[in-house]
């Protein structure tokens, strides 16, 4: 079944004959051009690739405008980062989610997949990299490749992706090219599995300013160092990608087969799932059916079709072999799952995911705070949003303990604080454990995760990392100084041992260096270090927190709270001084007298309390803590909130742990 191209030059011909202005010449085109129906050769299905912040969606902002599927004078013409549309994604400044959108060029219709580029989400790129033809990957200048920029690289060369590789950020101080692409060089030599994948086209951009060159071009310097570039473009781009990117294989003459790679929900038409057609063609009202991994089927019809056209959906009647649609006409669809024509069911592999590394337990709300701010607070109602999560989120599971207790499991902290904020955002309060790692059994013994750990930091700075890695029994790989005094350290540590490193150095290096990670390997279990933090201190009383009481409060350890918050007893307050746990009284009032105050003593100079934030409150609380959370606070507590409950919780442990020595056990 083939459809006809429409060619430009008709179209001018056409809007020439009825006089308009060829100013308006683009802007009809995009629009007739959005309603065609293209034939399979040509589509032209990438992915953008890369590791965290080396300029994926701001390289995706560029397509979008320069094509014009945006207006001059509609707002996301003036937007960056179009793509991260949620308000988690630009408020921390990275993609979470898988994205795709498309672009007209000439006459081919480039359908594009913005991934994320941090290794806790890289569930996501392995999730929708069977969409794609091809890749982009980006690197930057500066940093060259990194832990993430080798994990998406493999996925890809390892679907048999042709690769356009794009040197970005070439305008930045310290960009170092030649470094970058030699580096590049290096890592399609150790990944390729075949000669023609190191056979790969090289582009320079400045992403920001929507510029690609085809070669290194010559730029000028000023007195403060910065750099100047020829004017361009994102042309080079676009022809490189029509040129070198294959279109979809196209068998549109047999029975329509596609996996689903994403799903979506419409107030209208509820579910959408998403997929590449990979064989036969789409048409409204076909008869389907849906295959799952586990077997299962369902049965249904197709009553709507989209295509991506910008940011917003298009209907169609139909759509080609190879095209990227979302349809809805299934009550249930599942990620991973086939979707065939009821005459020819044949299942297609399942998507590979790598196993999560962490878990956390999240169960219903239960301090003496508990109801007050939210509007989910039933196991039920967690469980149910728990259950929708997981029909998404390809790389989390879901372990339900008894009729409460609910165990999420994830790709790392971040991962898993994302979930958590996203809940509470949508009005659901509970309350989480510590995140503690997963074992794993190999060959009759128990394994841990272990993984690479990369940092840069100042010169200044390097005691701090050593002393911090060497608490934590980090084996040190290699360490290079730069001509820039910049440290670079690579180290292997265990997941367990990793666990609050991030906010630890970032608090001794001023916020300088710059931490990833990657997964290495499953090792067998090493040693772990000792809990590094103080002990802390633990409320007493229940009531409002007074200043008089918080002045010598605060000479104990640093607070978590302030004068006028509401507080019960087993809630954390603050950090001890010493290593210990500490009980104090943080609602006692000014005794009352008939004395005249004088105004020196009223006048409490209290020091800014800590504030706890997710990421701070996850890797601070410990195995016999918890963290509350609420639409609108994060509280820190202990899981027996009176010293008497906590008393027996730790004589029933030394009981366990004397049985077991006696046992043997340990």
Sequence with gaps: MEYPIVKVVLVKTILSVFSIPKTSYIYVITDIIEFMQ????????????????????????????????????????????????????????????????????????????????????????????????GAILVVDAQEGTM????????????????????????????????????????????????????????????????????EMPECTEDPNGDKHFPDGDIKPLLEKVIEFIPSPSNQSEGTL??????????????????????????????????????????????????????????????????????????????????????????????????????????????????????KFVTSRQILERLNKEMLTN???????KGESEFIVSGRGELHLGILIEKLRREGYEFQVSKPEVIYKEIDGKVHEPEEKVYIDVPNEFTGAITTELATRSAELQSMELDDKNIYHFEYL??????LG??????????????????FNSYVPVKVHSKKTRKGVLISSESGKAFDYALEFTQERGALFIKGQDEIYEGMIVGINKFDQDMEVNPCKERHKTGVRISHIDIDVPLITPIEVNLDFALTFIEKDELLEVTPTALRLRKKYLTKTQRDVSKRGSKTIIAQQILEGKQ
Excluded at 55 to 75: S, Y
Excluded at 394 to 400: I, N, S, Y
């Design 257 to 374: 087969q596609m996996q689903i790679t994403n799903l979506e929900y419409d107030t209208h038409l509820g579910n959408l799932f998403l997929g590449k057609v990979i064989r036969g063609v789409v048409k409204l009202g076909q008869g389907i059916t849906m295959i799952g991994v586990d077997g299962s089927k369902e049965i249904g019809r197709i009553s709507k079709i989209y295509l991506s056209k910008g940011l917003a959906r298009e209907s169609v009647e139909d759509a080609v072999c190879g095209e990227i649609v979302s349809i809805s006409g299934l009550k249930n669809p599942k990620v991973g799952s086939t979707v065939c024509e009821s005459s020819n069911i044949e299942v297609l592999p399942d998507i590979k995911i790598s196993e999560p590394s962490l878990k956390i337990k999240i169960e219903p709300n239960t301090s003496p705070l508990a109801g007050r701010d939210g």
């Design 147 to 214: 832990p993430q920029t080798r994990f998406v690289l493999k996925n890809a060369l390892d679907l048999g992706l042709k690769i356009i590789v794009v040197i970005n950020k070439i305008d930045k101080r310290f960009a170092d090219v030649k470094r970058a692409t030699d580096k590049i060089h290096d890592l399609f030599l150790d990944l390729a599995t075949d000669d023609d994948q190191l056979n790969f086209p090289v582009l320079y951009a400045i992403a920001r300013d929507g510029k690609v060159f085809l």
């Design 394 to 400: 390809v790389a989390m599971k879901l372990e339900v």
């Design 501 to 518: 490193l991030r906010s630890a150095l970032l608090t001794n290096t001023k916020g300088t260096a710059v931490i990833n990670t990657f």
């Design 38 to 133: 293209f034939q399979t050769d040509k589509i032209r299905n990438i992915a953008i690739i890369a590791h965290v912040d080396h300029g994926k969606t701001t390289l995706v902002d560029a397509f979008l405008k320069q094509t014009k599927t945006f207006r001059e004078n509609e707002v996301a013409f003036s937007q960056t980062t179009i793509m991260d549309s949620n308000d988690l994604e630009r408020e921390r400044g990275i993609t979470i989610l898988a994205k795709n959108t498309s672009v007209f060029f000439k006459d081919y219709k480039i359908n594009i997949i913005d991934t994320p580029g941090h290794s806790d989400f890289g569930g996501e790129v392995e999730r929708v990299l069977n969409m794609a033809d």
């Design 493 to 498: 540590v265990t997941t367990e041992n990793l």
